[in-house]
């Protein structure tokens, strides 16, 4: 038997936008509004107007939610929902009701909420005014939203994360184009970054000021450990900046309070540095997190780029790097991803010798599969044991990270119930409950119903 630290979290991780549907919210997103002005971008032209339905079914998603043993739920408050006035932070009603009952359900449950501030969802109206991430004044924006909901929620929800996973804001958004607005620019980009991280600092210190009981505040970093194709010094190298710009870019402030020198240095001799303030790095120094949520679906294997780096063309990371296909790697073909378990070990070693052992947990991780009613029995269960072996593979790896001392305290898969996702809408299917979107009714899948017992043991049979 592999058992797990006594109040292991077990859970899962969804969000605002992907869940909930857009019913009554003032303001659109960046995603609503990349769905009214772009809907065959998306797969099957499915937007976020109703996805898992989430607004209207809380209860009884959280019921069955409950029902196959996870006791903590990752979720994200809506800029675009809780805020009339962006700038003003005067609030909607409708939306405190509806975050104050998503809460007090899951604690009724006895479930732990566990709430995200930013996910991937600024007020589109913010990037029309400011220029979104790119500007100050959004970072003293978000400050303030989030002032609003420690205020508001403070009292019963006693773990906070700034933000998910604010690396694909900066690629997806400014760099490789696979999120609005789809700019290509590398000196944004790494100003982006800078004020991502400025604004959960400044969000962290907030916090701290209203001294809010038993409460810890952390953040949500995809970090995707880096390996390199060959013992090559080039390789190495090329890993070694990947590591720098992938990871490094935000674990280290997180933790640590400043940027990693070398990075500094990198992106000084190329010009595109950030501009900063000697108030801004105090700020960052003094105010690090309490813990990490760490997201972990593949690993980043590079080598050498085959064409020297050069100065002519936009700043981009990767020319220091390429992506490197190892040989008979395993893949989930459905999404493309290399499965690679023991990332997950390398994880646990990384944070214990290399970032304090701070508190940590897996906030994401899981399989995205496509076409999931190919595997309904007689009974219209899903039978995803490919999942349960994924799910199972991890585990394994994250328990002998524990075993070796690594401070994990807990373990959430990507999703409760299959959700809408940017761009493939609900192409691949990633939750232990499956949702039918026409309908609307929700199934517990094996992989639920194996992790009901999982949660039971508190571990793993060996």
């Not at 701290?208 to 970093?221: F, K, V």
Request: proline share 4%.
């Amino acid at each position: 038997m592999k058992t797990f630290p006594k109040n292991f979290w077990w859970g899962a991780a969804t969000s605002g936008p992907q869940s909930e549907g857009r019913f009554n919210k003032k303001h659109a997103n960046v995603f609503d509004y990349h769905y009214e002005i772009e809907p065959e971008k998306f797969h099957n032209q499915v937007g976020p107007d109703t996805a898992s339905n989430f607004y209207n079914s809380y209860k009884e998603d959280i019921k069955m939610m409950r029902s196959i043993g996870m006791n903590s739920l990752r979720t994200s408050i809506q800029w675009s929902r809780l805020i009339d006035d962006l700038e003003t932070n005067t609030v909607n009603q409708d939306a405190v009701d509806f975050y104050n009952n998503v809460i007090d359900t899951m604690i009724a449950e006895g479930m732990t909420p566990v709430m995200n501030l930013h996910h991937f969802d600024l007020p589109v109206e913010l990037y029309d005014k400011f220029g979104g991430w790119e500007s100050k004044k959004v970072v003293d924006l978000y400050v303030g939203f989030a002032e609003k909901c420690f205020e508001l929620f403070g009292d019963r929800v006693k773990f906070w994360a700034t933000h998910n996973e604010p690396m694909v804001v900066v690629e997806g958004e400014y760099l490789f184009q696979f999120h609005y607005p789809n700019i290509v620019n590398g000196k944004k980009a790494v100003q982006v970054a800078y004020n991502l991280n400025l604004a959960s600092a400044k969000a962290i210190q907030a916090f701290r000021q209203l001294n809010i009981s038993d409460a810890q505040i952390g953040t949500i970093l995809n970090l995707t450990p880096t390996y390199a194709a060959s013992e090559a010094p080039e390789d190495q190298e090329a890993a070694r900046i990947a590591e720098l710009w992938n990871n490094k870019m935000f674990l280290e402030p997180a933790v640590y309070g400043h940027f990693p020198a070398e990075l500094e240095e990198l992106l000084t001799k190329d010009k595109v540095l950030w501009e900063t303030t000697d108030e801004e790095k105090a700020i960052l120094k003094n105010n690090t997190v309490d813990f990490l949520g760490v997201n972990f679906y593949h690993p980043n294997r590079v080598k050498a780029p085959d064409v020297a780096p050069n100065s002519v063309g936009e700043w981009m990371p990767d020319r220091y790097y390429d992506a490197y296909d190892m040989p008979g790697r395993r893949v989930n073909l459905d999404r493309g991803w290399e499965i690679y378990p023991k990332a997950l070990y390398d994880i646990a070693v990384n944070i214990k010798e290399n970032y304090k052992n701070i508190p940590w947990y897996v906030s994401e991780n899981g399989m995205g599969v496509s076409n999931e009613d190919r595997f309904k029995n007689s009974e219209g269960m899903i039978e995803d044991d490919y999942r349960i072996d994924f799910v199972q593979e991890h585990l394994e790896w994250l328990h002998k990270g524990i075993e070796e001392g690594s401070n994990c305290f807990g373990y959430h898969m990507w999703t409760p119930i299959d959700c809408w996702s940017w761009l493939n809408a609900y192409k691949n299917r990633y939750g232990f409950i499956s949702n039918n979107i026409h309908t609307q009714i929700k199934t517990i899948k094996k992989s639920g119903h194996w992790f009901k017992e999982v949660t039971e043991r508190n571990g793993l049979e060996d």
